[in-house]
């Protein structure tokens, strides 16, 4: 599988260091399970800073900190584990097999939503979208950040074209129309913190239903 797309050396730093929140960590760890590169990429920054660390100067500690973070681990110890879920997605990269999505709706003619992760305020949220071979959605923009990783399939818009493992980021700035390759069906992982925008009833109709 060749991938074409991958993210910015910015957001695979940010990865390393753990400082990228959802809904957005979602579709980067789904690239990096799958893409070698960006793989190596994330561990040469994690490399980088642990060797940030091992030179730091230690902080002096206050008084009772160690006794602070003893008492701690021992109620960390204590507390009752809970059984981890069992995996319910299939066909999915590995770093997604711990989400379990929603009931899979119809949202237009030829295209179908599960939900994945919603923010608990905010517009914050990652879904799965299917669509049949050769459909192509409104002309649209967004009012916040969308971040895409091609789970199975292939898709064009005006900047290129997309396959299975391939991660877009599109920001307020960008205007496109994706349309699904004519030779098969389409799953997108998609994560945005803001709405389509689209004029008239087409862009309403899309800020209701994505």
């Known amino acids: 599988m060749t991938i074409a797309y991958h993210p910015s050396e910015e957001q695979l730093m940010q990865f390393a260091s753990g400082a990228v929140k959802p809904p957005f960590d979602i579709p980067l760890r789904a690239h990096v ?32 900190a160690l006794e602070s973070v003893l008492s701690r681990i021992e109620l960390e110890r204590d507390r009752p584990r809970r059984k981890a879920p069992a995996p319910r997605v299939s066909r999915l990269p590995q770093a997604l097999q711990r989400y379990r999505p929603g009931i899979e709706f119809p949202i ?8 994945l992760w919603k923010a608990p305020r905010g517009t914050g949220r990652a879904f799965l979208l299917r669509a049949k071979p050769g459909l192509a959605l409104p002309h649209h923009g967004h009012s916040g950040v969308e971040v895409t990783y091609v789970v199975s399939g292939g898709y064009s818009d005006e900047h290129g074209h997309y396959t299975p493992g391939d991660f877009f980021t599109a920001d307020d700035q960008l205007l496109h129309q994706p349309r699904v390759d004519d030779d098969g069906e389409c799953t997108l992982l998609i994560a945005t913190d803001g709405l389509p ?3 008239g009833w087409i862009g309403l109709l899309m800020r209701l239903l994505m």
């Open 33 to 64: 399970d799958t893409c070698v590169l960006c793989r190596k990429e994330a561990a040469m920054w994690e490399g980088v800073g642990g060797a940030m660390l091992e030179t730091a100067v230690p902080a002096t500690m206050s008084d009772g």
């Open 197 to 199: 925008q689209a004029p």
């Open 108 to 115: 237009g003619p030829g295209i179908y939503k599960r939900n």
